[in-house]
């Protein structure tokens, strides 16, 4: 595993400690947690698949500390947990990792609720991530929000608040533009924002083209949660 290239998986939010969970519109608390959790492991599993083998690192809510299923903390692909305070995550980010930056560190920051992003186009971002211009590399999904953000040095003064909620590029621009760094977007997957995103997940699930980012195993665990909501899917 390459030590010197990191990537932070995040809900920004709790998902697991029923007591705050935010039910995602259509689905109750528990539906909430399990499609938070398949969407967790599908990322981490992608990672093995990527070429340079980033070190995976899940940052989850503090509150969500006692309340992490065996399925996550057990889970076969190495990772390993830290934990935050999502609702101030751009001063958690800068204090826990830009205080302790350190040279030759690449970083991507995703955002575990979007999907459909393909270990081959995880490689393109990689790529440019090694090179030795500095650059700051947001990761668009296919309605234009912000979904991810790649890092070859850490940038102290970016705005992290797109891993917590749906950020539109057109927003999340003018707070990048004073920070130093080659400019770079990369437009892969979807954002899961409405319950209209909620059917198009489904019929992405649906398509051959979800194969190379989803295997069996992770597809048995969205469909979980389809089948409980199928009228919804009508």
Known sequence: MSSNIRMYITPGRPIFNPDVVFPFAPLNQQYTSLLSLAFLLTLLENTTLIDVKPEPIVLLDSLDEHYI????????VPHSISFINT??????LAT???NHAQEGIRYIFARSTAY?????????????????????LPLLSEELSVIGL??????????????SLSLPYNDFLPKICKSDGHLITKKYGHSLDSTED???????????????YCSK??????????????????
Do not use: A, C
């Open 217 to 234: 195993e992770m597809h048995e665990r969205f469909t979980e949660v389809f089948i409980e909501y199928k009228d919804v899917l009508q």
């Open 96 to 98: 826990k990792y830009g």
């Open 150 to 163: 790649g890092l070859n040095s850490f940038v102290r003064d970016i705005d992290f608040s797109f891993l």
């Open 116 to 136: 459909g992003v393909v270990p081959k186009q995880w490689n393109k971002v990689f790529d440019l991530l090694l090179l030795d211009e500095q650059l700051i």
């Open 69 to 76: 299923p065996d399925s996550l903390r057990n889970f076969s």
């Open 198 to 212: 909620f059917r198009n997940l489904y019929k992405f699930l649906s398509s051959k083209e979800s194969i190379p």
């Open 87 to 92: 609702s101030i995550i751009s001063e958690e």
